[in-house]
């Protein structure tokens, strides 16, 4: 999950030679890029449990057709949101508050990518897949090859072919595409998809039932994020929205992947423990997570106070950058613990297939963030401190609600 979320800090650390405006719409456009995920993920997290349970039940044959049918989901709304995306980029900039310069390089950004970000809306399903089977090695070897290429790739089309900040988009997107071909590869040599496999039928409603909470609750998050931007970052100016994105694309981008792998780890061991009848074994697994977790939190917290000016000067040169980015570090130090019990509890909820739950406790209190970082960073004047302390309140409550529905434990009978 680290290597996953690295393109991220990669595009990053990579255009901040372009300066601080191409850093302020590359951290502007990481929102709109998890909206997308939002729309795939529909298929990504429905997919998952089935796999899950169908991996634990030995059911190869449903198992065969979750994964064709996900895969094709996936191209579908894939393109279509590309589409939108790329007729729609100038709107979105606009919609972000972006302005001149900035505006214009996050606009060509977006372009890039709804040319070449066909395998972004794919690698999450075939994540998915593997990781459900349990086959977690295997996407680490494909994610340190899509890594590796995009180290390679990002200087190469930025600076030596001259092509700005769009090189950055290709080159996530040629990277992402080498590692999906080989994934979609191993997947049809094991399990030799015939051509009456492709039919259409209740595979689709029961993928998409489990995943439309799920891609709601992380569309609400990239909506809230694009309404705080838009209302509260933005009128900051741009040192503001340039120390969001390092802050959250770039220190969050090392610390919520290890959350959120140890969390997919749970989420696969959940549904194929239930699927395979051992509700039990799910909960001993969860208990062995959480202690785990807890380190995890604590020292992505003191990472975040004690380490925040080192790392953020290896992404910016630019001094108000790197005073606004060292205060969202050190202020967001204080709620790493409660994000990664977070994870922990949305990757029970989602292996279970159980996924309301998630959508319930993420949703509403996420669109408070939108008026009280409002309310906080602009009319009662704390600025910048007054919209991440929002997040760090937010953030505790949304882990106490979601660890609630945990311990109700109405995930451990749910039907699929």
């Not at 999450?124 to 086959?135: E, H, K, L, Q, T």
């Not at 977070?342 to 963030?369: K, M, Q, Y």
């Not at 949304?398 to 749910?414: F, N, P």
């Amino acid at each position: 999950m680290l290597l996953n979320n690295a393109f991220k800090v990669i595009d990053q650390y990579s255009v901040q030679w372009l300066g601080m405006e191409a850093q302020a719409a590359v951290g502007s456009c990481t929102f709109i890029m998890i909206g997308m995920f939002a729309i795939y993920s529909l298929v990504s997290a429905g997919a998952g449990p089935l796999v899950a349970r169908a991996t634990g039940a030995k059911d190869e044959g449903f198992c065969k057709q979750i994964i064709i049918h996900a895969l094709l989901a996936a191209v579908a709304i894939g393109f279509m949101v590309l589409v939108i995306v790329g007729v729609t980029a100038p709107w979105i900039g606009q919609g972000l508050g972006l302005k001149n310069q900035t505006l214009e390089l996050a606009v060509n950004y977006l372009q890039w990518l709804a040319l070449f970000g066909l395998p972004l809306t794919i690698a999450p399903v075939i994540d998915a897949i593997f990781i459900a089977m349990g086959r977690t090695a295997l996407v680490m070897v494909l994610q340190v090859l899509a890594t590796v290429l995009n180290v390679i790739l990002n200087p190469l089309l930025i600076y030596s072919f001259d092509l700005g900040i769009g090189g950055a988009a290709l080159a996530t997107g040629l990277s992402r595409g080498v590692s999906v071909i080989i994934g979609v590869f191993i997947l049809w040599r094991q399990f030799l998809p015939q051509i009456r496999d492709l039919g259409f039928g209740g595979t689709f409603g029961r993928i998409f039932r489990i995943g439309i909470p799920i891609s709601w609750g992380i569309g609400f998050f990239a909506i809230v994020y694009w309404a705080v931007i838009r209302y509260a970052v933005s009128p900051l100016g741009p040192s503001v929205n340039a120390a969001l994105g390092i802050g959250f694309s770039v220190l969050e981008g090392f610390t919520w992947p290890v959350f959120w792998g140890v969390s997919m780890g749970i989420a696969s061991l959940v549904g194929r423990y239930i699927g395979a009848g051992q509700v039990d074994q799910a909960v001993a697994a969860i208990r062995l997570a959480f202690p785990l977790l807890t380190v995890a939190g604590v020292c992505a917290g003191l990472l975040f106070w004690f380490a925040a000016e080192p790392l953020c000067r290896l992404f910016t040169h630019d001094q108000k950058v790197l005073k606004e980015a060292i205060l969202y570090a050190r202020i967001l130090s204080f709620s790493q613990l409660f994000v990664a019990y977070e994870c922990l509890a949305e990757g029970v909820l989602e292996g279970a297939g159980d996924t309301r739950p998630i959508f319930w406790w993420s949703a509403p209190i996420n669109l408070l963030r939108v008026p009280l970082s409002w309310l906080f960073g602009i009319y009662l004047g704390y600025g910048a401190a007054g919209i991440w302390w929002v997040i760090n309140v937010t953030t505790a409550i949304k882990a106490c609600g979601k660890w609630s529905s945990v311990l109700l434990g109405g995930w451990k009978t749910i039907k699929l």
